[in-house]
């Protein structure tokens, strides 16, 4: 009986490794590039911060 995790993975052929998963997705978009979804989503965490900033001070302004 497996003792940890990665014994049972090691024992079951139909996981699929991370390292598989990353090397089939480069394989089928190899332009694909990390630094612009990491902008992007830099970008929307920016927004999402300066929304919840600004309701913030709306509702300090109003006495609540």
Aim: charged residues 25%.
């Amino acid at each position: 009986m497996p003792r940890n995790h990665q014994q049972k993975e090691t024992n079951d052929p139909g996981l699929i490794s991370d390292q598989e998963v990353w090397s089939a997705i480069r394989y089928l978009d190899p332009e694909l590039d990390h630094r612009e979804s990491d902008v992007a989503a830099a970008s929307a965490f920016s927004a999402v911060v300066c929304i919840v900033c600004l309701v913030r001070v709306l509702l300090l302004l109003r006495g609540l």
